[in-house]
């Protein structure tokens, strides 16, 4: 039973799916904000628009995929793939499996803008770069540590929002990891899905583990069990 | 002391509800891959639980394929908790025969 649980909590896979989905719209948002910065710079104010509205659209469409039952079932259906045979299994604890409750969605929302307001405060120089990774740890952090608690996630999750305040801090003290130059914006990113990377392959690496032994524990002295003697017609 | 429930005292049933009572939600291939059953006799096994009312079968379709989808029933957790205190029960008699 310990080991079935430990499993189901630790099937990570749609997770990965989910970060890859993520990153590839990051990356779009990335790219179209890259070009409001230089068309901000330059004055160039059709590349402005132009770049606003595709970083606009990209960032709705980002939170559309996110709460759109079409995403979800997307996922689901990639999800299954990559498992295959294995099967499905989960284990939600005590929580209902019904709709985003409202605060969820909230905390989601304020995610998004409160990052949008970052990288504004960057853009006007009221924040400075160096210091990104640690403004977004700020809400990153506790806002992880809330979504865990509520997914009963497994002790994997955990090492996302400790890696990335550890980095925080380290960036803070002027000890941490950073990239130089035109690419410091990329430290904030890399490390908010570099730490969930290593998370999520963690938590994969140890359903492999909870899985094998789930299946020695299930399968020992069981050959393909013959019905019992009083079941025989 | 009550009789053991034939039905949970069967390697493969007690193993199959061993499982369930530790998740919300199983499908028929992750309890065939890990128990290493025959499909028949997995089957089978389910068969019996279901109509001992310990276990909730769900069918549905993905695409156009079937799924089923096993959830023990509450009066399946309380079989599954009755039968360990059985067997606990049992074990402590073999203890106090000094055996």
Redesign the interface.
């Known amino acids: ?5 430990r499993y ?1 909590k630790s099937r990570t896979i749609s997770f990965l799916v989910q970060w890859v989905f993520i990153v590839l719209m990051v990356m779009a948002i990335g790219v179209a904000g890259s070009l409001t910065n230089i068309a901000y710079r330059y004055n160039n104010m059709a590349l402005f628009s132009v770049s606003v509205i595709a970083m606009g659209m990209t960032i709705i469409a980002l939170s559309w995929f996110s709460v759109s039952k079409w995403g979800g079932e997307l996922i689901w ?1 990639i999800t ?1 793939w990559l498992y295959g ?9 005590d929580r209902e ?1 019904g709709p985003t409750p409202w605060w969820v969605t909230t905390l989601g929302g304020g995610l998004v803008v409160y990052h949008l307001f970052g990288a504004i405060l960057v853009s006007f120089n009221y924040l400075h770069i160096n210091n990104m990774q640690p403004y977004s740890a700020a809400y990153m952090v506790p806002f992880l540590g809330v979504m865990i608690v509520y997914q009963r996630l497994g002790f994997w999750a955990w090492i996302w929002p400790v890696l990335y305040g550890l980095h925080a801090v380290a960036l803070l003290m002027g000890i941490g990891p950073t990239l130089r130059g035109q690419w410091q914006m990329l430290t904030m990113i890399i490390s908010v899905f570099g730490c969930g990377l290593i998370a999520i392959l963690v938590g994969h690496a140890y359903s492999r583990f909870a ?1 094998w032994k ?2 020695r524990l ?2 020992s ?2 050959p ?2 013959p ?2 003697e ?2 025989l017609p | 002391m009550s009789e053991l429930d ?1 039905t949970i005292h ?3 049933r007690l ?1 199959i509800l ?2 369930l ?18 499909k028949g ?1 997995l089957s ?1 096994h389910m068969d019996k639980l279901e109509k001992a009312g310990y276990v909730e079968v769900r069918k549905s379709f ?1 695409g156009r394929v079937p799924h089923t ?1 096993f959830v023990i029933t509450d009066a399946g957790r309380t079989a599954l908790s009755d039968y360990w205190r059985e067997i606990d029960a049992i074990r402590s008699l073999h203890g106090k025969g000094g055996d």
Not at chain 1, 85 to 93: A, N
Request: hydrophobic share 35%.
């Open positions: 039973m310990r080991w079935a649980r189901a259906r299954q045979e294995e099967g499905y299994v989960s284990y939600l604890g499996d899985l789930l299946k299930a399968r002295g069981l393909d069990c019905p019992a009083d079941e | 034939r069967e390697p493969a193993r061993t499982i009572s530790g998740v919300d939600v199983s499908d028929f291939n992750f309890l065939f891959s890990t128990l290493g059953l025959t006799n089978s993905n989808e």
